[in-house]
């Protein structure tokens, strides 16, 4: 079945700092990807999302590229901020009625 | 729009024991999804279920089941509680189409002591 590996576990940044979480996974159907946010207490919120059609996606301080042929995707979030420190995590699918498969997260936190 | 409600958000029950999660999607899903969140494990599916059958399911004992009404509102059991079933339990719901991502409600925070 489908694996998902994440690193780093653990990420410190300054505010104002570029986060980049990368993600690997080891089944070349899976053709979603989506990214999650957990804060304390919380469910885990979708930040962001893309197909395997896309190589990239932006959403203002928030992408996402995949590199399909590398069986990777990664996370970028610019211009950090302290509400941007949770726990993030990618996730994979094999589309339509297939459940996720996560990644083992990140802890990210935002030094002020 | 009102989110995922999940009932109770926390629970302890004792070793041996039965509980019942109780889980309402967001109006108009009818795709409903659990997992299991631990420390150790991460999150770790349990099953999905749509328009009242399951669709998916991950690799849990038969200790776990779950149902989902017509109204889309799913439950999910736990029997013969064990101290390793410990966890934050979440529902997911989903639209059909294209828009895959699931919505999680903020999880069920079961103990077992």
């Known amino acids: 079945g489908e694996n998902v590996e994440q690193h780093p576990s653990t990420l410190s940044v300054q505010e104002g700092d570029s986060a980049v979480i990368k993600c690997t996974y080891s089944?070349?159907?899976?053709?979603?990807f989506p990214w999650y946010k957990q804060e304390l207490g919380k469910g885990p919120q979708l930040i962001i999302d893309?197909?395997?059609?896309?190589g990239e996606k932006k959403d203002q301080r928030i992408a996402v590229t995949l590199n399909k042929t590398a069986k990777h995707f990664s996370l970028h979030i610019t211009e950090t901020q302290p509400e941007d420190s949770a726990v993030y995590f990618c996730?994979?699918?094999?589309?339509?009625?297939?459940?996720?498969?996560f990644g083992p997260g990140t802890r990210l936190s935002v030094l002020p | 729009k009102a989110g995922v409600t999940q009932t109770p958000r926390y629970l302890i029950k004792t070793r041996g024991q039965q509980v019942t999660l109780s889980c309402s999607p967001i109006s108009g899903h009818r795709s409903v999804s659990w997992y299991q969140q631990t420390p150790g494990q991460g999150l770790q599916f349990l099953f999905e279920?749509?328009?009242?059958?399951?669709?998916n399911k991950g690799n849990f004992p038969g200790r776990f089941s779950g149902r989902q009404f017509s109204n889309s509102r799913s439950e999910m059991n736990v029997s013969t509680l064990e101290l390793g079933d410990s966890a934050l339990y979440l529902c997911?719901?989903?639209?059909?189409?294209?828009?895959?991502?699931?919505?999680f409600g903020s999880g069920t925070r079961l103990t077992v002591v």
């Open positions: 089944d070349s159907a899976s053709n979603y």
């Open positions: 997911a719901s989903r639209t059909e189409g294209l828009n895959y991502g699931y919505t």
């Open positions: 893309i197909r395997s059609n896309v």
């Open positions: 996730a994979a699918s094999m589309g339509y009625g297939q459940n996720f498969v």
């Open positions: 279920y749509f328009s009242e059958t399951q669709r």
